[in-house]
């Protein structure tokens, strides 16, 4: 009997110690996984940032970009309109007096019109954009206009 009961008792530890060795490895299971998935979620976080940053960095690039086209489209503008006043060709002195007095009339005019938006109307918004229409179209005007200096080439002697 001693051998059935050792052999029994061989048996029911075995089964114990494989049972706690299977609760064990189950448990390392789940901190691995736990471990596995924390590493992949930061990751995820690192890849997150990354993208966040390449998209920052292409909308900065987009709107340099953009900066630098309204520039050059400024400059072709501008070169333009002194191309345009340059073309007027030979004239009689009044026209040309007149030509010239265009711009001012129409500055003080505009001028004029913004103050009586701003006097008729109580919307900020609006006599914002007023105001910056008038100066904008002032400094268009007016801002390539001082006289230039004189140098070696251009002189008359």
């Keep these: 009997m001693a051998d059935i009961f050792g ?5 029911v ?14 448990a390392a299971g ?11 979620q930061a990751r995820w976080l690192h890849e997150y940032k990354l993208h966040e940053l390449q998209m920052q960095a292409r909308q900065q690039e ?18 333009t309109s002194i191309r345009a006043e340059a073309a007027i ?3 009689s002195q009044w026209v040309i007096n007149l030509l010239r007095l265009v711009r001012p009339f129409l500055t003080l005019l ?5 103050a009586w ?3 008729i109307t109580k919307n900020g918004a609006i006599v914002e954009a007023a105001v910056f229409a008038a100066s904008a179209a002032t400094l268009w005007w007016f ?8 140098t070696g080439l251009n002189s008359k002697v």
């Design 117 to 119: 938006i701003f006097y």
């Design 30 to 40: 789940y901190f691995e996984r736990k471990l596995a998935f924390t590493q992949e």
């Design 110 to 114: 505009l001028w004029l019109i913004t």
């Design 7 to 11: 052999l029994g008792f061989d048996a």
């Design 143 to 150: 801002g390539d206009r001082a006289v230039k200096p004189v």
């Design 62 to 79: 987009t709107e340099l970009e953009l900066a630098l086209a309204a520039q050059a489209g400024s400059w072709r503008g501008l070169e």
């Design 13 to 26: 530890t075995g089964g114990v110690f494989g049972l706690i060795g299977t609760i064990m490895g189950r």
């Design 89 to 91: 060709g030979q004239a």
